[in-house]
C-alpha cells in the first residue's frame, strides 16, 4: 500500500475482514460438516450475506479513505449478491425437492400451465 | 495501520481459501448433483470475496471489476445449472 491509511478508515475495515473471514469459513464448513441437503443448504447464506457484506463495507472504507473521496461502487456487489443468491437458492431448493420425489417414485405436479398457480405446499 | 489492515486482509484470504477447500470437498463427495450445484455456489462466492480482499490487500481499485465479473458469471453458472436440474433443459421455448 502506498498511501497511509488513517485511523478512522483503518480499524473497522481490519475488524470487518476479520469478521467477514470468520463467517464465510463458518458457512463453507457448515456446507462441508452437515449430513442432508436440506441442512446444508442454509450454512453458506451465513458467507453470502454477512461475510460478503462485511468485506464489501470494509472495501469501501478503505477505498474512501485511499482516494480521499466516497466510494461506493461496492454497493453494486452488493445489490447484485442480495437478488441473486435468495434466486439461486430457491431454484436450488426446488430441484432437489422434485428430483428427491421422483428418486422415490412418487408422483409429482406436472407441468403447470401458465397462469395457474404451481406451488408446492407439501415437502 | 497499514499493517494491522494488511495482515488482517491476509487472515480473510486464509478464511476464504479454506473455505473453498471445504467447497471442493464437497463438491468431489456430494451424494447428489444439487450438492455439488451448491458446492460451486459456495465456491465462486468465496472467489468473488478472495479478490475482494487482494484488492484491499493491495490497495489497488482493479481487483472490483474483478469481483463484479465474478459475481456476474457464477450467478448465471448457477442458476443455469439448477435451471437444468428442475427442468432438465436451461432455456425452454
Given at each position: 500500500?502506498?498511501?497511509d491509511i488513517p485511523l478512522w478508515a483503518g480499524i473497522p475495515a481490519s475488524i470487518l475482514l476479520v469478521a467477514g473471514g470468520l463467517l464465510a469459513l463458518v458457512g463453507s464448513a457448515g456446507l462441508l460438516r452437515?449430513?442432508?441437503f436440506f441442512c446444508r443448504i442454509h450454512a453458506p447464506t451465513l458467507g453470502h450475506t454477512m461475510g460478503a457484506g462485511c468485506v464489501l463495507v470494509a472495501s469501501i472504507l478503505v477505498f474512501s479513505a485511499l482516494q480521499q473521496r466516497p466510494v461506493v461502487q461496492e454497493i453494486l456487489i452488493t445489490l447484485l449478491l442480495f437478488i441473486s443468491s435468495p434466486v439461486t437458492a430457491m431454484l436450488l431448493m426446488r430441484a432437489a425437492?422434485?428430483?428427491?420425489r421422483r428418486q422415490r417414485g412418487e408422483s409429482y405436479p406436472a407441468?403447470?400451465?401458465p397462469g395457474a398457480s404451481n406451488r408446492q405446499t407439501d415437502l | 495501520m497499514n499493517l494491522v489492515l494488511y495482515w488482517a486482509a491476509s487472515f480473510a484470504l486464509l478464511c476464504f481459501v479454506l473455505g473453498m477447500a471445504c467447497g471442493t470437498v464437497r463438491l468431489v463427495r456430494g451424494p447428489t448433483a444439487q450438492d455439488r450445484v451448491l458446492a460451486l455456489d459456495a465456491i465462486y462466492i468465496n472467489g468473488m470475496l478472495v479478490a475482494l480482499a487482494f484488492g484491499v490487500r493491495s490497495?489497488?481499485?482493479v481487483y472490483f471489476d474483478v469481483a463484479l465479473l465474478i459475481a456476474l458469471f457464477g450467478f448465471v453458472g448457477a442458476t443455469a445449472?439448477?435451471?437444468f436440474l428442475l427442468r432438465g433443459e436451461v432455456i425452454e421455448p
Open positions: 500500500m502506498s498511501a452437515f449430513n442432508n425437492v422434485y428430483r428427491g407441468a403447470t400451465p | 490497495g489497488t481499485p445449472m439448477a435451471k
